[in-house]
């Protein structure tokens, strides 16, 4: 009940040209809006896919808040329903996930995160084609 809430209050939101702002989903740059060419599903999956990202560990361990932007939003052509997100964003430092406890060196890192949605539900989520966002670790890229 409360998602489905929640989906429709940023929808509404959306639509009227505002935007919505919960705890802990403060927002880089605006949403993206109908009039940029993107459907009513697709702008509630980019709502889903950027809170995804902006609750994975390695963001919330050292992303940079500025630096967070959608790049691209492409359906997929093998699953009708599906989309893939792509976000950019900065981190502090290099690696994944959260790193507390090791020594790191500053040195401003660029990633990339492909969230892919399925019927409003994150089906997954690479960020730099190398880290699986859901069970943290690297992929087995052979």
Known sequence: M???WLRRMFLA?????GWLLLPGWATAAPPVHLAKGLTEGEVMGT????????QSPTFRFDGLE???????VRPLTACPGCYEYT????????????????????MRTPHRAKIVLAGGTVVSGV???????TRQLILDLE
């Open 127 to 133: 960020l730099d084609d190398a880290w699986d966002m």
């Open 13 to 17: 939101t959306v639509l009227i040209g």
């Open 87 to 106: 976000w950019y964003f900065e981190s502090q430092f290099p690696g994944y996930g959260d790193r507390s406890g090791l020594a790191l060196a500053p």
């Open 2 to 4: 409360k998602q489905w």
């Open 47 to 54: 709502a889903m896919a950027e809170a995804y990202v902006r």
């Open 66 to 72: 500025d630096s967070l932007r959608l790049e691209a």
